[in-house]
């Protein structure tokens, strides 16, 4: 058996720059996510369901359970002294730690404190995607290049889902490893090595909702997941949680693609490039799968904005190389919409 921390720390002795910096940074992310894992889990006892009463930057209404996620996680992040300042969804400044203390912290953090939180009250998992960033600026103030950083720049992209267990999933660039909660001693454990996806798999995951609003190549590409030829495993089949950490998941573990296309009316779709995409992106990367909006690698896009949003179509390489096929096919105009309204 070997404990997250175990884990952390045998990483970082193999780096002989290695300061000790990193590893107590996502000590501290593991510190959080436990708190947040009893409140998620006791939300129905604690009185924490339900509407904050407040919105967010992006209009939507923040859950009792989101701001209660974002202060421990902001909280345990300004406590542990290793990051400046951090990006949430939850905020819509960059949140700047006191510069007395965290002067020379190496590191920005990208968080979304509780994902798929419209789940919250319907005991469906939900959980917090966090991106680590170097820090360019040390030892003066914090700069919008050290917020506004590629996900090719990325030092560590990582995950957790808090479902029927809980699972801290992370990846520093030397692939992805998965580590189970177990509650009664309050550990995590690792218990997912080297973690890769299998391709080609047989899910997709959409919301099929939206279909009328879809660009041709999304349309086509689904109805090419349900044709009949066994020959490539066809129909798949479709799952579609409703929280891109469970539904990535599940394609992690499984096999599949999960799509979050923009559409006419929304040309940038829904999710968040910085603390949704990126992370994920990078964990997919590594686990041998692929993430892109339909034509770019998402690693690749440079943020403008520190809530950007992008399209999302990421899972089994050859799944999504088929879906890029359909938009490259049917719907190539939409290569400079997505391009445009990235920006916005
Ligand atoms: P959130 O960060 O406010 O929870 O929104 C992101 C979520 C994703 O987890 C999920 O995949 C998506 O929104 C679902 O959106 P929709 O309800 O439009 O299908
Ligand atoms: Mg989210």
Same mark, same amino acid.
């Given at each position: 058996?070997?404990?997250?921390?175990?884990?952390?720390?045998?990483?970082?002795?193999?780096?002989?720059?290695?300061?000790?910096?990193?590893?107590?940074?996502?000590?501290?992310?593991?510190?959080?996510?436990?708190?947040? @894992?009893?409140?998620?889990?006791?939300?129905?006892?604690?009185?924490?369901?339900?509407?904050?009463?407040?919105?967010? $930057?992006?209009?939507?209404?923040?859950?009792?359970?989101? $701001?209660?996620?974002?202060?421990?996680?902001?909280?345990?992040?300004? @406590?542990?002294?290793?990051?400046?300042?951090?990006?949430?969804?939850?905020?819509?400044?960059?949140?700047?730690?006191?510069?007395?203390? /965290?002067?020379?912290?190496?590191?920005?953090?990208?968080?979304?404190?509780?994902?798929?939180?419209?789940?919250?009250?319907?005991?469906?998992?939900?959980? /917090?995607?966090?991106?680590?960033?170097?820090?360019?600026?040390?030892?003066?103030?914090?700069?919008?290049?050290?917020?506004?950083?590629?996900?090719?720049?990325?030092?560590?992209?990582? =995950?957790?889902? =808090?479902?029927?267990?809980?699972?801290?999933?992370?990846?520093? *660039?030397?692939?992805?490893? *998965?580590?189970?909660?177990?509650?009664?001693? *309050?550990?995590?454990?690792?218990?997912?090595?080297?973690?890769?996806?299998?391709?080609?798999?047989?899910?997709?995951?959409?919301?099929?909702?939206?279909?009328?609003?879809?660009?041709?190549?999304?349309?086509?590409?689904?109805?090419?997941?349900?044709?009949?030829?066994?020959?490539?495993?066809?129909?798949?089949?479709?799952? =579609?949680?409703?929280?891109?950490?469970?539904?990535?998941?599940? @394609?992690?573990?499984?096999?599949?693609?999960?799509?979050?296309?923009?559409?006419?009316?929304?040309?940038?779709?829904?999710?968040?490039?910085?603390?949704?995409?990126?992370?994920?992106?990078?964990?997919?990367?590594?686990?041998?799968?692929?993430?892109?909006?339909?034509?770019?690698?998402?690693?690749?896009?440079?943020?403008?904005?520190?809530?950007?949003?992008?399209?999302?179509?990421?899972?089994?390489?050859?799944?999504?190389?088929?879906?890029?096929?359909?938009?490259?096919? =049917?719907?190539?105009?939409?290569?400079? $919409?997505?391009?445009?309204?990235?920006?916005?």
């Amino acid at each position: 058996m070997k404990t997250l921390v175990e884990f952390i720390w045998e990483q970082q002795s193999i780096s002989s720059q290695a300061t000790g910096e990193f590893s107590r940074l996502l000590n501290d992310i593991g510190i959080a996510a436990k708190i947040v @894992n009893r409140d998620v889990n006791r939300a129905g006892l604690a009185g924490v369901l339900g509407l904050e009463g407040t919105t967010n $930057v992006q209009g939507e209404n923040q859950k009792k359970l989101d $701001v209660l996620a974002n202060n421990e996680f902001i909280k345990a992040l300004r @406590n542990g002294k290793q990051c400046a300042g951090i990006i949430s969804e939850e905020n819509d400044e960059v949140v700047v730690f006191d510069e007395t203390t /965290t002067r020379n912290a190496k590191y920005i953090v990208a968080i979304d404190p509780l994902d798929g939180s419209s789940n919250i009250e319907v005991n469906v998992p939900i959980g /917090t995607i966090f991106a680590i960033y170097r820090r360019k600026s040390v030892g003066s103030s914090i700069t919008m290049e050290d917020v506004l950083q590629a996900g090719t720049e990325l030092v560590c992209g990582g =995950y957790i889902i =808090y479902g029927s267990s809980t699972m801290m999933v992370y990846t520093t *660039g030397n692939g992805v490893n *998965g580590f189970t909660y177990d509650p009664t001693c *309050g550990i995590f454990i690792l218990s997912h090595e080297n973690m890769k996806i299998k391709d080609p798999g047989n899910i997709y995951s959409i919301n099929e909702a939206n279909y009328i609003y879809f660009p041709e190549g999304v349309k086509r590409y689904i109805k090419y997941c349900q044709e009949d030829d066994p020959s490539t495993g066809r129909p798949y089949t479709t799952r =579609y949680i409703g929280s891109l950490i469970s539904d990535f998941h599940r @394609n992690l573990l499984r096999g599949g693609i999960y799509i979050y296309p923009g559409t006419k009316k929304n040309p940038a779709g829904k999710l968040r490039l910085l603390y949704e995409c990126i992370p994920m992106a990078f964990i997919a990367e590594q686990a041998g799968a692929k993430a892109s909006d339909g034509f770019r690698r998402i690693l690749d896009i440079k943020p403008e904005h520190i809530h950007q949003r992008t399209p999302l179509f990421i899972g089994s390489k050859s799944m999504v190389e088929k879906a890029e096929e359909f938009m490259a096919t =049917y719907s190539p105009e939409f290569q400079e $919409v997505y391009e445009k309204s990235e920006k916005k």
